[in-house]
């Protein structure tokens, strides 16, 4: 890759103005392989509480709508600052009656929604640490074994949910009788239930700014799950300091937020920090505006998400991979979003996962034939454990795998491992562990105190390193789709080879960034021959195209994905291989396992091609099994 070269193409188009931070980073070297990266720019003061944002703002521009949603008949309901504060410092009276605390915090079930948003406000101006958890957990697991974790890990002290009815199964066996439910709609039998408009009510809300007065930088403002891919969630204590550093962060990358407040209409959910720490903070930190989105990047929920960008023009918008995939589509064929879409539109952001270069370019040419100019599409590097940003796509790069420079504040180190270099970030935007796991605190973090992300990186050109870094993988084998959907490959890869005896010797699972899971399948040979009913010397290609061996592999897939629960389970086609693993190449280790990594890459064309035709190359595809 000429990167100089693509470093110039990428300042040849004409972008629309908006105003970025110019970064410039220090990059020193150490004494063991490692690089320390620093932006110049200093960090500068940020307020001790995301809440003092809403202090400011409701006597700024109190009548200013801070975030809206569309009511049962389609109209938008809204509620501006000096209403949001108004309506927190009542909510947070009532909150503090419960006797909640980091070790009873308040746990909120369902998705985003309004009562959702002002609750948590609440709890924080309380100084409650409250946890948004995904409603999968509780709607779609069957045995319940995330949210269980949950609860025992938090024993919450007040459970909310928009409606008792959906969420009644997983409170009632996991919560105990006498924890206090609140929900919006319904009530559950035999529970000491309150119904949020009643927390409402309430005049004198001394208590509530004494409690207010007393939360500092340090207090806890929420408890976010990371996606639990190789083992269950662990629970991230998030700060005060940790959000408003990071919100700090983010507007001195993107000053843009000061000169026009941000509006967005946005769907990503608030158990994730994306959304719920990243989305709702660039609103509220800079006075903007929230239009919840009740779509989704699929094929039934899109409808609904461009009805609301049809009606409401952001100035940014920011959705995983996925939701880009759909929409540019949208785009190229629909003149009336385009025309709202592109009207106040200044940047566009993805992440969660990369962004293909074909999408990207489709969104590039949709914008500068529509209003002449491209809109600059951004993106970085963030998680759970940093409040989520730590690298900006602010320099002088423009393409996939490209996540940028540190933002100001964030120290990068980057850590020779496994051949390639790990990411480490330190900051007061990093937290300082996880919730009640010494050993799982002690492991993330290095000598230096840099927190382990486990994210491979390395320098766009080695020659160049101020141009910035590109995201390289996972150190362990997890990966995402494009949806954003975290995939735990060690137990797939298991159930595969347990459900597959005695014909599956072992399997790669494939799907990064892409939209759906594949499997490259190694087969044991011998018994794929007896059950062919062949010759101990029958070719391996004879074999695997054999009637019963391509019956059993259509069997298999359809016993995968039987019990599947969503993308992360859901196999959409497995291709047995005809070459054997090779030692020489690394595709198996000194151990005699599978090296995952060094599979996909040795065999990329393979996959390449098996995700464009898998029937045409050999693969055994969901609809025929």
């Known amino acids: 890759m000429n990167v100089e070269a693509t470093a110039q193409r990428s300042e040849a188009p004409r972008y629309r103005q908006v105003a970025i931070g110019q ?4 990059i020193t070297p150490g004494t063991g392989g490692e690089f320390y990266l620093l932006a110049d720019e200093p960090l500068q003061p940020y307020p001790g509480h995301l809440l003092d944002r809403l202090l400011h703002w409701a006597e700024l521009k109190p009548d200013t709508t801070l975030v809206a949603q569309r009511d049962s008949e389609g109209q938008w309901q809204r509620i501006s600052y000096r209403q949001m504060l108004v309506n927190v410092r009542a909510l947070a009276q009532s909150l503090l009656r419960y006797g909640l605390s980091a070790e009873r915090p308040l746990v909120i079930l369902s998705g985003n929604d309004l009562e959702h948003l002002q609750l948590a406000f609440a709890a924080m101006y309380a100084g409650i640490p409250y946890c948004p958890v995904s409603p999968a957990y509780a709607l779609l697991s069957q045995d319940l074994a995330k949210l269980r974790h949950i609860f025992e890990l938090l024993q919450p002290g007040l459970i909310f949910a928009a409606d008792a ?3 009644q199964r997983a409170i009632e066996a996991l919560s105990p009788v006498e924890t206090p439910l609140v929900f919006t709609r319904g009530e559950l039998p035999g529970r000491v239930c309150e119904r949020f408009a009643s927390l409402l009510q309430q005049s004198d809300c001394t208590l ?8 500092d930088a340090d207090s806890i403002a929420k408890f976010l799950f990371t996606s639990g891919s190789t083992k269950l969630p662990k629970a991230v204590p998030t700060t005060q300091r940790m959000l408003c550093a990071n919100q700090q962060m983010l507007l001195q990358t993107f000053p843009e937020f000061a000169v026009e407040p941000p509006v967005l209409v946005d769907w990503l959910p608030w158990n994730h920090t994306f959304g719920g720490s990243h989305n709702v903070g660039i609103v509220l930190y800079n006075g903007g505006s929230l239009y919840i989105d009740g779509g989704k990047p699929t094929p039934q929920g899109m409808a609904e998400t461009l009805r609301n960008l049809k009606e409401i023009a952001p100035t940014a918008y920011l959705t995983v991979p996925k939701g880009w995939e ?7 064929c629909d003149s009336e979003l385009r025309d709202s879409f592109f009207s106040r539109i200044k940047l566009l952001f993805f992440a969660a996962a990369g962004l293909s270069q074909s ?7 949709a914008a500068e034939q529509h209003c002449g100019e491209r809109i600059r599409m951004m993106a970085g590097l963030g998680m759970t454990e940093a409040s989520p940003s730590c690298t900006f796509t602010t320099g002088p790069l423009s393409m996939a795998g490209y996540i940028g420079l540190p933002a100001p504040g964030c120290e990068v180190k980057l850590v020779p491992v496994e051949g390639k270099l ?7 935007h990093i937290m300082s562990g996880y919730w009640r796991s010494w050993q799982q605190t002690l492991d993330a973090f290095d000598e230096e105190g840099f927190y382990r992300s486990g994210d491979a990186l390395k320098f766009a050109d080695p020659e160049q390193p101020q141009l910035g870094l590109m995201f390289d993988g996972r150190i362990a084998e997890d990966f995402k789709l494009s949806t954003g959907v975290f995939v735990s490959v ?5 159930r595969v080879v347990l459900q597959g005896a005695p014909y599956v010797q072992d399997v790669v699972v494939t799907g990064p960034d892409r939209q759906r899971l594949g499997l490259l399948l190694f087969p044991y040979l011998p018994a794929c021959r007896e059950l062919a009913g062949l010759a101990d010397d029958a070719d391996v290609g004879e074999v695997l195209s054999a009637v019963p061996v391509r019956h059993w592999l259509s069997s298999l897939l359809a016993e995968l994905n039987r019990d599947a629960t969503g993308l992360a389970s859901r196999i959409a086609w497995l291709c047995p291989m005809t070459e054997a693993p090779s030692l020489d190449a690394g595709e198996v280790t000194d151990k005699g396992s599978l090296n995952q990594r060094v599979v996909l890459s040795r065999r990329v064309a393979l996959v390449d091609a098996l995700y464009t035709d898998p ?7 969901e609809e025929d099994a």
């Open 359 to 365: 999408v990207w370019d489709r969104l590039d040419r």
């Open 615 to 621: 029937g045409a190359n050999g693969a055994v595809v």
């Open 422 to 428: 790990e990411g480490r970030f330190r900051g007061p």
């Open 490 to 494: 060690g137990p797939l890869r298991t």
């Open 165 to 167: 009815t959906p969420f």
């Open 23 to 26: 970064p410039s980073v220090t």
């Open 326 to 332: 759909e929409l540019v589509g949208a785009l190229e």
């Open 208 to 215: 509530a700014d004494l409690a207010f007065a007393g939360t």
